[in-house]
Nanobody
Framework: QVQLVESGGGLVQAGGSLRLSCAALGTIFGIYDMGWYRQAPGKQRDLVATISSIGTTRYAEFVEGRFTISRDNAKRTVYLQMNSLKPEDTAVYYC????????????????WGQGTQVTVSS
């Protein structure tokens, strides 16, 4: 069974930092794009950042240089370093990974983590 397991969320004061981690567990042939999304109460899920298998990154405009996405392919893990956090960053953060499970002919499917709560107090 394939799982994305997130960690690192919590409560932090405005201006503080958090580092989220997301590890892919199980039998996996290949991991391609990985990313972080977030969803605040009553709002849609928004893209925060993505990173390709070769390290090409993309960020939402609201990140404004405060967040950095990275990955360790050997550990099958993606990270999100969040600095200068604001109360409006409060949300559940989800990781996502596009993966093939068996071989190169397997379909590439999107898998999601269970989410980790990030709360920024003012």
């Amino acid at each position: 069974q394939v799982q994305l397991v997130e960690s690192g969320g919590g409560l932090v004061q405005a201006g503080g930092s958090l580092r989220l981690s997301c590890a892919a567990l199980g039998t996996i042939f290949g991991i391609y794009d990985m990313g972080w999304y977030r969803q605040a109460p009553g709002k849609q899920r928004d893209l925060v950042a993505t990173i390709s298998s070769i390290g090409t990154t993309r960020y939402a405009e609201f990140v404004e240089g405060r967040f950095t996405i990275s990955r360790d392919n050997a550990k099958r893990t993606v990270y999100l370093q969040m600095n200068s956090l604001k109360p409006e960053d409060t949300a559940v953060y989800y990781c996502e990974a596009d993966m093939k499970l068996v071989n190169r002919y397997s379909p590439t499917q999107a898998y999601w983590g269970q989410g980790t709560q990030v709360t920024v107090s003012s």
